[in-house]
């Protein structure tokens, strides 16, 4: 009776810390774009959202049609995507078609359950204690299975511009594949060098590796810029938002897409972005760490500093994220390709090959 009381609780406690968890960053995701259009609106000499706030109901007293600086924005948004019609093409293939948004939103999101935002706490006493990982999913090969699910969301987009029957969407899918491959392997050399230089695959002992042996972005500099440039590819933001390129593909893949479908791709995008810029924070910056503060705190209260330190440093390379969108100017495609396969790979490859010999003169 008793153990079936504590594994009830052991997986309530796992339960809460997964809803808790895809909770926050759904919630960041709305606000997410609200700042996005304040940064825009502030880097053009625009107001941006202002509008939006609360009704002009009386019984909301003083506060009756309150803009609220523009914060509902987003949920008029959704409600506008909601009611808006749900066309599919005539010629299109349905079934594909209704399929690639999930295909681009659900592996993006197992991608962030193996990256720890916290080390965790024990609760409960004596022999019913049970410790909670703040991970979703913890696996040894958790480098790997980011990389690996994460590489999927990009034949969501394929079978998007398709499944249209539409010769832009079908350019936009061809981009999407083509710049995939063309900086995925660059990035997967950067991060192949962190991962010798700490030993092992999981991410919460990367994490705990530069806590001994200093934060990635001081002992893999060359290795975190070409990450970095390859996370702007790998979510197809600006300069390197090729696949839905406006000027010339008016939308790309999604161009044949409206209503929630859309939101999808939308909600994709920037949850695309939480999880790069999370692995950023866990390969180069220390993860959930910082200096003065124990990486593995004893009780709960101080583990809760975990959290609160990675989603810091996450939401500073999300505004790094929208300032480079906003900033610079988008790349001719034959300079996205050029970038990829004659600079970043050879560098990457480069710096990859001086980890392994600095490695090896080091061990002997």
């Given at each position: 009776?008793?153990?079936?009381?504590?594994?009830?609780?052991e997986?309530l406690?796992?339960?809460?810390?997964?809803?808790?968890?895809?909770?926050?960053?759904?919630?960041?995701?709305?606000?997410?774009?609200?700042?996005?259009?304040?940064?825009?609106?502030?880097i053009?000499?625009?107001?941006?959202?202002?509008?939006?706030?609360?009704?002009?109901w009386?019984?909301?007293?003083?506060?009756?049609?309150?803009?609220?600086?523009?914060?509902?924005?987003p949920?008029?948004?959704?409600?506008?995507?909601?009611?808006?019609e749900?066309?599919?093409?005539?010629?299109?293939?349905?079934?594909?078609?209704?399929?690639?948004?999930?295909?681009?939103?659900?592996?993006?999101?197992?991608?962030?359950a193996v990256?720890?935002?916290?080390?965790?706490?024990?609760f409960?006493?004596?022999e019913?204690?049970?410790?909670?990982?703040?991970?979703i999913?913890?696996?040894?090969?958790?480098?790997?299975?980011?990389?690996?699910?994460?590489?999927?969301?990009?034949?969501?987009?394929?079978?998007a511009g398709?499944?249209?029957?539409?010769?832009?969407s079908?350019?936009?899918?061809?981009?999407?594949?083509?710049?995939?491959?063309?900086?995925?392997?660059?990035?997967?050399?950067?991060?192949?060098?962190?991962v010798?230089?700490?030993?092992?695959?999981?991410?919460?002992?990367?994490?705990l590796?530069?806590?001994?042996?200093g934060?990635g972005?001081?002992?893999?500099?060359?290795?975190?810029?070409?990450?970095?440039?390859?996370?702007?590819?790998?979510?197809?933001r600006a300069p390197?938002?090729?696949?839905?390129?406006?000027p010339?593909?008016?939308?790309?893949?999604?161009?044949?897409?409206g209503?929630?479908?859309?939101g999808?791709?939308?909600?994709?995008e920037?949850?695309?972005?939480?999880?790069?810029?999370?692995?950023?924070?866990?390969?180069?910056?220390?993860?959930?760490?910082?200096?003065?503060?124990?990486?593995?705190?004893?009780?709960?209260?101080m583990?809760?500093?975990?959290?609160?330190?990675?989603?810091?440093?996450?939401?500073?390379?999300?505004l790094?994220?929208?300032?480079?969108?906003?900033?610079?100017?988008?790349?001719r495609?034959?300079?996205?390709?050029?970038l990829?396969?004659?600079?970043l790979?050879?560098?990457?490859?480069?710096?990859?090959?001086?980890?392994?010999?600095?490695?090896?003169?080091?061990?002997?």
């Open positions: 009776m008793v153990l079936a009381e504590i594994s009830a609780l997986v406690a796992n339960t809460l810390k997964v809803l808790v968890a895809f909770g926050a960053i759904m919630a960041l995701i709305p606000q997410l774009i609200w700042i996005e259009r304040k940064v825009a609106a502030w053009q000499h625009r107001a941006g959202p202002n509008k939006v706030g609360l009704p002009r009386k019984i909301l007293g003083p506060l009756a049609g309150f803009h609220l600086w523009g914060l509902l924005q949920l008029a948004d959704v409600v506008k995507l909601l009611f808006k749900d066309f599919v093409p005539r010629r299109a293939d349905k079934i594909l078609f209704f399929l690639a948004p999930a295909l681009v939103f659900v592996p993006i999101a197992l991608a962030f990256i720890p935002f916290g080390w965790g706490s024990w409960g006493q004596g019913g204690a049970f410790f909670v990982k703040y991970q999913f913890d696996i040894s090969a958790g480098v790997l299975f980011a990389f690996a699910v994460s590489s999927v969301a990009v034949h969501g987009l394929t079978l398709w499944s249209s029957y539409n010769k832009y079908q350019m936009g899918a061809v981009r999407a594949s083509a710049q995939l491959i063309s900086y995925e392997a660059a990035m997967f050399m950067a991060v192949l060098a962190v010798m230089q700490a030993g092992t695959l999981r991410l919460d002992e990367i994490v590796a530069q806590t001994q042996h934060w972005i001081l002992t893999q500099p060359v290795a975190f810029v070409v990450f970095l440039v390859c996370a702007f590819a790998e979510t197809n390197f938002d090729f696949p839905e390129a406006e010339e593909l008016i939308a790309g893949y999604h161009l044949e897409y209503s929630m479908k859309f999808l791709f939308f909600l994709g920037y949850f695309g972005m939480v999880v790069q810029c999370s692995l950023l924070t866990t390969l180069f910056l220390g993860g959930w760490t910082l200096p003065g503060i124990p990486a593995k705190p004893d009780n709960f209260w583990s809760l500093t975990g959290p609160i330190i990675f989603s810091a440093k996450v939401f500073l390379l999300l790094l994220f929208i300032q480079v969108r906003w900033t610079l100017p988008r790349f495609f034959d300079q996205l390709m050029s990829g396969w004659k600079r790979i050879p560098i990457a490859l480069a710096n990859l090959v001086f980890t392994a010999l600095l490695g090896v003169a080091l061990s002997r």
